[in-house]
């Protein structure tokens, strides 16, 4: 990319990576890769009819591929920073404490199996600690419907723990 391009679009990909990133730290890594991408694709000798239109998309793209980057590794826990927790807390019986996490990591699995709308119960009830009352005024639905699908969701999780002997 030239240093003519640079300028012209320098400052309004820097304002969209901002909306796109949390921070100013994040906006500044993506418009970082962005003008990397742009820089690696134009020293490609190809012709860019619409050198806008290519600008934006790959800085479209590139903010896409740094979602899915994030998104999958957003869920990864060292291992050791779990056992560490749990290793500095002596009155806590080490091996009750590795079940426990085991058995919840084994229920997160499962709730994350049911349907959208049990998940969401599931999760600002047990979870958040929001009555039936509060459920339904944030999902927009009746208590009774709520009701419903917490039974139906611990109903499904039970059966599930069962066959897992657990």
Known sequence: ??????????NQLFRWCITKANNYSDAEDLLQEINYQLAVAFSRDVLIVDEER???KVAYYTWCK????????K???????EMESILKDESIDILKQVEMTEVKDILLNHISKLDITS???????????LSIKE??????????LVKYYLYKARNQLRKELENENI
């Open 1 to 10: 990319m030239n240093d003519e391009l640079y300028n012209k679009y320098h």
């Open 135 to 144: 459920i339904a005024k944030t999902l927009n639905i009746k208590e009774n």
């Open 75 to 81: 869920n990864v826990v060292s291992i050791t920073d």
């Open 54 to 56: 290519f600008i934006w």
């Open 66 to 73: 740094k979602v899915k980057e994030y998104n999958k590794n």
């Open 119 to 129: 998940k969401k119960c599931i999760i600002l009830y047990y979870y958040e600690g």
